[in-house]
């Protein structure tokens, strides 16, 4: 049986198969937070040189890998979208930059939270760190834009230009942070594990990263659906039988 | 299409810039102005030991450097768009990337350059001398190109809209970090002795990077504030 | 299991206050995101449904 996905690419039709995907992740999501969490409070071994704060870790990179991987796909959304002029795509990439930019907050929380009982500051400026720091800054340009452009195809259109400029940016930031702080040689800090990692401790942070993944999809194909039916104003998409018979009987 | 056509295009559009800001010399005096305010902002805040100065120097320098070029963007495109020059830039045949090209060179003609030329005097303010003086204003020479380059895709982004100019703020100055590091890395190592070479490299790649990119960025931002 | 006892599990080792911040501020947020577009489509779909019924009295071209 061959799909036809082209038939997707209509809002029409993506809604209601958003729709009936939302459930199928969310459960799968929760379920495997409750194995990631429990693997990594219950089965990882406490760590030789940071004791138990290192547990952070758990939510600290999936929220970190989770921010930048988003960012990733709206960029790709938005070229899509610039590329071929469609609505979804559009779309899609405003409903990944709310959830993407939470989790660059969390990253940003949960890796100040870790740093603190280890290396003994808030904050640290090291080159992961400031590249979410910046990844902040960016997705808050990309949300912007958004809010203070009223027409709404150019409200599309530039903050897929500056998503995709954005795209490009990330790595550089990367890439210029790490030569600053072997530049200034005193805060050669890593917020990585050092040692390596117990094989328990890898495979719970991977079980966390794909459940954050999954919850990933769902929120984002609830929000683009309230997206769809604030932009298109189609009239009512899936009400229940009842309220159809009630419009129905006002006419 | 007609080479030498679409470099009279970009010198027309350069002339027209510079010739227009001769008459109104406000424009630099003001990016002059402001960069000399800021960077005396800083040892009436941090107090005037020589030692801390020229810790901070490279970095206030270049920071103070950077937010001048970010509130120059703010001029860069409104006269034109104003006055309904930049949708005829839009519509002739030559590529609007090469146009940009030209319109950020008379921009920085007018902004970055007294910037870059005025440097070595602020430098000495806070204690630089010699050869870290020759690499700081080697780094703004590379670097205020680069912002330039940069900083007109936000102007393109924001064009019209209200509220710009904390927005152009909040979308450029990311894409700055990498030329600040850079730039004011380059100082700081040839005061340390290690030479700013790497650094001075660096900014060059970004120079070159930002010159293929950015118009083509810049040029689709101007397109789709237009329409 | 390695906790000798639940207030072990909670202290953890001292580092209490920063690893349940983090997961609880995770949690939160997470739930929050979800609450707040629950609100969004409720609103949503209050609008539309206002709208569908005040639009009776004019014909629909």
């Keep these: 049986m061959r799909v036809n996905w082209s038939k997707y690419s209509a809002p029409m039709a993506f809604y209601p198969l958003a729709g009936r995907l939302i459930p199928w992740f969310s459960v799968v999501a929760v379920a495997l937070m409750g194995v990631g969490l429990y693997m990594g409070f219950f089965v990882a071994p406490t760590d030789f040189q940071q004791g138990e704060s290192y547990r952070i870790i758990f939510v600290h990179v999936p929220a970190a890998w989770m921010s930048m991987f988003l960012y990733v796909v709206m960029a790709v959304w938005a070229g899509i979208g610039l590329g071929l002029n469609a609505r979804l795509s559009f779309m899609m990439a405003q409903a990944i930059a709310p959830t993407g930019a939470m989790f660059t907050f969390l990253a940003l929380l949960t890796g100040a939270m870790w740093g603190k009982p280890t290396w003994g500051a808030w904050w640290v400026w090291d080159a992961r760190l400031t590249s979410e720091l910046i990844l902040l800054f960016q997705y808050a340009g990309v949300m912007l834009l958004r809010t203070s452009i009223e027409d709404l195809r150019r409200a599309d259109r530039s903050s897929a230009v500056f998503s995709l400029v954005g795209v490009v940016n990330v790595p550089i930031i990367y890439f210029s942070v790490k030569w600053w702080n072997t530049l200034h040689q005193g805060a050669s800090i890593s917020m ?42 189609l009239p009512v998409w899936d009400e229940k039988p009842a309220v159809i018979q009630e419009v129905v009987e006002a006419r | 299409m007609n080479r030498s056509s679409m470099w009279e295009a970009v010198g027309g559009i350069v002339r027209r810039d510079l010739l227009s800001a001769m008459r109104r010399r406000s424009d630099a005096a003001m990016s002059v ?73 008379a921009h ?120 | 299991m390695q906790w000798g006892s639940a207030s072990e599990f909670f202290a953890m080792g001292g580092y209490g206050l920063y690893v349940w911040t983090s997961f609880v501020a995770t949690a939160l947020c997470m739930v929050w995101e979800v609450l707040a577009l629950w609100r969004r489509r409720a609103s949503v779909r209050a609008e539309q449904r206002a709208a569908l019924l005040g639009d009776t009295d004019e014909t629909t071209a």
């Design chain 1, 192 to 233: 990585t594990t050092g040692s390596k990692m117990a094989a328990t401790m890898l495979t719970a942070m991977l079980v966390m990263t794909v459940a954050f993944w999954l919850y990933s999809i769902a929120v984002i194909l609830a929000r683009v659906r309230c997206i769809m039916v604030e932009r298109e104003s």
């Design chain 2, 33 to 105: 102005f402001f960069l000399v305010i800021v960077v005396s902002l800083f040892p009436l805040g941090v107090g005037p030991e020589p030692a801390v100065l020229r810790t901070i120097g490279p970095g206030v320098l270049w920071v103070a450097a950077l937010l001048a070029c970010l509130l120059s963007l703010a001029r860069v495109f409104t006269a034109d768009y104003v006055d309904g020059t930049l949708e005829q830039m839009v519509l002739v045949p030559q590529p609007l990337a090469v146009l940009v090209v030209g319109k950020v060179f």
């Design chain 2, 108 to 227: 920085w003609v007018i902004s970055g350059l007294p910037i870059v030329l005025l440097s070595p005097l602020l430098g000495l303010q806070f204690g630089l001398s010699g050869e870290s003086l020759g690499v700081l204003v080697m780094s703004l020479l590379l670097g205020t190109p680069t912002l330039s380059m940069i900083g007109t895709i936000g102007a393109a982004l924001v064009l019209g809209v209200r509220g710009s100019g904390l927005l152009v703020a909040l979308l450029v100055l990311p894409l700055y970090v990498p030329v600040l590091i850079f730039g004011a890395g380059a100082v700081t190592s040839s005061m340390a002795g290690i030479g700013g070479e790497a650094n001075l490299s660096l900014l060059g790649a970004c120079l070159v990077l930002s010159l293929f990119l950015a118009p083509w960025a810049t040029a689709a931002a101007l397109r789709i504030a237009l329409e």
